[in-house]
């Protein structure tokens, strides 16, 4: 699990001290933190990084119950962050296992180039979600979400909130797993030994089918 705590510290991917006005809980994607894995490996932790923040969150009942808004910010993203199929691939895994959780994706001070992107996948996309993304810039970010929640690096007032989160993911998931170790295993209910066993009934079929042995006739007399 080290390599994942490593993926999970760079702040890729992380949730606000705060939610919406809806209750929502709030993530936030850095993509100028993201460099393209080079490996299969460094694909898998990228994925697992987002399903880990994402279920971690979805253990609150309020975020269960009111949903998640998604700000990707793409302020100083160079384009060779970018990568066609990576961006399918994960924009599919949320809209399939995710899709009734995800309430809004703010697409923050995208560049021309993801606007093209967009352009592409959007038939891939399915019209709900579609309905639920919005290309803002970072200052009309405030009009959904306030000041108070957003972090300093989109102009709100928080200051990172990542440290603390993550030392929040990583207890609380290390207590589920010692309590689902813990548990004991459910219970197969005994047959008590008193009970009686019902007789098997005749079988109809094998007396009708029975053929009755044929007497022997004695031999005819020379």
């Known amino acids: 699990e080290a390599p994942l705590v490593e993926e999970l510290r760079q702040g890729k991917f992380t949730f606000l001290d705060g939610r919406s006005e809806e209750g929502c809980s709030i993530g936030l994607f850095t993509m100028s933190l993201f460099t393209l894995p080079t490996s299969e490996e460094q694909k898998m932790l990228l994925f697992q990084n987002i399903i ?25 993203t160079p ?23 995800l309430k809004r994706v703010f697409v923050v001070d995208a560049p021309w180039w993801i606007r093209a992107l967009y352009t592409v996948l959007s038939p891939f996309i399915k019209k709900k979600i579609q309905e639920r993304i919005l ?4 200052a009309s970010l405030q009009r959904f979400v306030g000041p108070s929640v957003l972090p300093v690096t989109l102009g709100g007032q928080q200051p990172s909130y990542h440290d603390a989160w993550l030392k929040t993911c990583i207890h609380n ?16 209910p005994e047959r008590k030994s008193e009970d009686p066993v019902a007789p098997r009934p005749p079988d109809r079929r094998a007396s009708l089918h029975k053929v009755s042995p044929q007497k022997q006739s004695s031999p005819t007399p020379l």
Do not use: C, H, W
Not at 95 to 100: C, G, H, N, V
Not at 135 to 138: A, L, Y
Not at 173 to 188: D, F, I, N
């Open 52 to 76: 880990f923040n994402l279920d971690e969150s979805m253990a609150s009942l309020e975020t269960q119950r009111n949903g998640v808004v998604i700000i990707l910010n793409l302020a100083g």
């Open 79 to 101: 384009y060779s962050n970018m990568d066609r199929k990576l961006a399918f691939e994960v924009l599919n895994m949320l809209q399939e296992k995710y899709p009734a959780r």
């Open 135 to 138: 290309m803002v810039s970072q």
């Open 173 to 188: 998931y290390s207590a589920r797993k010692l309590m689902s170790a813990a548990a004991p295993p459910p219970a197969v």
